[in-house]
Nanobody
Framework: QVQLVESGGGLVQPGGSPRLTCAASGSFFRFYAMDWYCQAPGKQRELVASITSGLNTNYADSVKGRFTISRDNAKNTVYLQMNSLKSEDTAVYYC????????WGQGTQVTVSS
């Protein structure tokens, strides 16, 4: 069983640069592919960024060049550095882990507004 706890969301001004953190429990974190998803009101949950156990990364077109996903296996943590935020980035951001099973965090709200 893996528990994922996100933090770092909140109210951010347009152009802001928050960093989301996902802390994972368990002993096999390094084997998991880790993803960040977002879900805006009235929309489906969609993939934002992913990082494999081999540190390969992938990004949604809408965030390429603005967001960076990274992981620290020693800390069982994955990060999402968000830069140049826009109002359309407003959503609940979820951490997801996948290996033999998959797990979701509870989500953290990011609201981009002046």
């Amino acid at each position: 069983q893996v528990q994922l706890v996100e933090s770092g969301g909140g109210l951010v001004q347009p152009g802001g640069s928050p960093r989301l953190t996902c802390a994972a429990s368990g002993s096999f974190f390094r084997f998991y592919a880790m993803d960040w998803y977002c879900q805006a009101p009235g929309k489906q949950r969609e993939l934002v960024a992913s990082i494999t156990s081999g540190l390969n990364t992938n990004y949604a077109d809408s965030v390429k060049g603005r967001f960076t996903i990274s992981r620290d296996n020693a800390k069982n943590t994955v990060y999402l550095q968000m830069n140049s935020l826009k109002s359309e980035d407003t959503a609940v951001y979820y951490c997801h882990a996948a290996w033999r099973d998959d797990y979701w965090g509870q989500g953290t709200q990011v609201t981009v507004s002046s």
